[in-house]
């Protein structure tokens, strides 16, 4: 009697063990940010499912999540300008997987749709671009490029995934090519003009006879009118900053 109730018991825990493993093999749940792509025995269902808990066929149905959040990949791309000189620049690529295309994505792209559908794409379009300008033009006109390959990216891929953006985060030359650029640009810099006008509006030095009377010396000024015919020595000397004007008057011949 006690080997059949044990006997009981134990099918009662297996069955229970099946059922449980049945129930979580049949359910799912698809996190925020992604959608789900039903597999059944291998074929994919047309219609993805959306996000929070579901039911499923158990132990062959398989849910698949794939995100359709913005991502960020960097990607390095060597290009040629027009004048042949190899460019070797550093992008950073947004992009994002809309809903109407994932099953699309999943069946026809394996793996990660940026290494293969964006990234060679970017490449291309991004060679495109280069090849129709110089080395020197490339390194000025880097917001132009960059739009120009985005426009290029995005008439590619089409509306199979949707590129945010690419923004060229460093653009790499051979040190000959940095340094021929830097030259021509110091050649072509001139130096500032010198304007003209300055010489012609210089203050002239008064002379001393066009001063006012009240800045004359009265001293000075009498004593050249009286000894007028007589010679005259002027001697000046700094002492301690102070300015000191001596006059001496030649002995007259009668007294010599």
Known sequence: MRAETLAKLIGVAILIFVIII???????VVQPGFRGVEVTL???SPVFKPEGFGWKTPFITTIVPVTIRQQTRDLTAACYSSDL???NTE???LYRVPEASIVQIYQGYAGDPFDSLIAPRVQEALKEVTAMQSAEQIVKNREDIKTKALVGVRQKIGSLLIVEDVVIQNIDLSKELETAIEAKWCRNRKPPRQSSHKSKHR????PWSSKPRAT????AFAAKRSNRRRPSLIFRSWKN???ARRCMSAVPAAAA
């Open 241 to 243: 900053g102070t300015a």
């Open 203 to 206: 203050s002239k030095p008064t």
């Open 85 to 87: 000189q190899q460019v």
């Open 91 to 93: 992008l950073r690529v």
């Open 216 to 219: 004359r010396n009265p001293s």
């Open 42 to 44: 291998g074929k994919v």
């Open 22 to 28: 049945a129930a979580s093999s049949a359910s799912y």
